[in-house]
């Protein structure tokens, strides 16, 4: 079964760049029919899709995001990544990376256990 | 933009009820919604896809139907593992969740 790890700073400053990477294992990034996404989760609060990339490289964002967020696909390194500039304390939140199944009306089947992202000076 | 309006926004139950999550769309989505559940400090899991497609290795207690714009999620017989919060979501261009339904011990 596909394997899906975070990785990247726990602590970001305010006005800087978050940047998170989502390593994918057991299976290949670019095999298949699947699109990669990262979702956030305040805490106490519910989740909010960032945006996703295919492996053809067309990516979708969250429209109240988008002028911030960027998402890449890095397929020799089997990795995808998210940068988030301009960061404010509201956007400090666990952040997931998941893969979407085009099969399952882009059901995110696989998830990765998430990783928690502080922004404050 | 579609708005996703979950409802209750949380609930209480006793194992063996019956429970009925209902998610609404602003504008009718055909059966362009999938349903997650999620434990606390755990990741969401699928549920259900397409409306009323169970995914797989998901207890058959669980099922999801409507179309357009009224959505539900069934658990016809709660059990102890489904405490937890329930997510609905617009599958589109920029998909979007439901604010959630804690489902909660009564």
């Known amino acids: 079964q596909v394997h899906l790890q975070e990785s990247g700073p726990g602590l970001v400053k305010p006005s800087q760049t978050l940047s998170l990477t989502c390593t994918v294992s057991?299976?290949?990034?670019?095999?298949?029919?699947?699109?990669w996404g990262w979702i956030r989760q305040p805490a106490g609060e519910g989740l909010e899709w960032i945006g996703r990339?295919?492996?053809?490289?067309?990516?979708d964002y969250n429209p109240s995001l988008k002028s911030r967020v960027t998402i890449s696909i890095d397929t020799s390194k089997n990795q995808f990544s998210l940068k988030l500039s301009s960061v404010t304390a509201a956007d400090t939140a666990v952040y997931y990376c998941?893969?979407?199944?085009?099969?399952?009306?882009?059901?995110?089947?696989?998830w990765g256990q998430g990783t928690t992202v502080t922004v404050s000076s | 933009d579609i708005q996703m309006t979950q409802s209750p926004s949380s609930l209480s139950a006793s194992v063996g009820d019956r429970v009925t999550i209902t998610c609404r769309a602003s504008q009718s989505i055909s059966s362009y919604l999938n349903w997650y559940q999620q434990k606390p400090g755990k990741a969401p899991k699928l549920l259900i896809y397409?409306?009323?497609s169970l995914q797989s290795g998901v207890p058959s207690r669980f099922s999801g139907g409507g179309s357009g714009t009224d959505f539900t999620l069934t658990i016809s017989s709660l059990q102890p593992d489904d405490f937890a919060t329930y997510y609905c979501q617009l599958i589109s261009d920029t998909p979007t969740f439901g604010g959630g339904t804690k489902v909660e011990i009564k």
């Open positions: 397409a409306a009323s």
């Open positions: 998941a893969r979407g199944v085009t099969g399952l009306l882009d059901g995110m089947d696989v």
């Open positions: 057991r299976g290949s990034i670019s095999r298949g029919s699947y699109s």
């Open positions: 990339i295919y492996t053809s490289g067309s990516t």
